[in-house]
Nanobody, 115 residues
């Protein structure tokens, strides 16, 4: 079992920055992959970025060059640095982990980009 708790969402103006955090607890040493997803109103949940235990990262085309995913050295915190935010980045952002092929999700944190 893995428990995930996100924080760091909020309201920001276009062009601004936010950093999301996801605190992981439980069987964190069996995690093979962690990721951030987002879901905007009326849309399906979509992958934003993911990071493998090897350190390899993947990003959605819409956020490449603006967002950076990372994990801290103790592997129990997942981060998402979001720069140059746009109105279309507005969504609920979810932390995800994969352990032995099973998905775990956090409760989500709202990010609103608006002037």
């Amino acid at each position: 079992q893995v428990q995930l708790v996100e924080s760091g969402g909020g309201l920001v103006q276009p062009g601004g920055s936010l950093r999301l955090s996801c605190a992981a607890s439980g069987n964190i040493f069996t995690i093979t992959l962690m990721a951030w997803y987002r879901q905007a109103p009326g849309k399906e949940r979509e992958l934003v970025a993911r990071i493998w235990n090897s350190g390899i990262t993947n990003y959605a085309e819409a956020v490449k060059g603006r967002f950076t995913i990372s994990r801290d050295g103790a592997l129990n915190t997942l981060l998402l640095q979001m720069n140059s935010l746009r109105a279309e980045d507005t969504a609920v952002y979810y932390c995800n982990s994969v352990n032995f092929g099973r998905d775990y999700w956090g409760q989500g944190t709202q990010v609103t980009v608006s002037s």
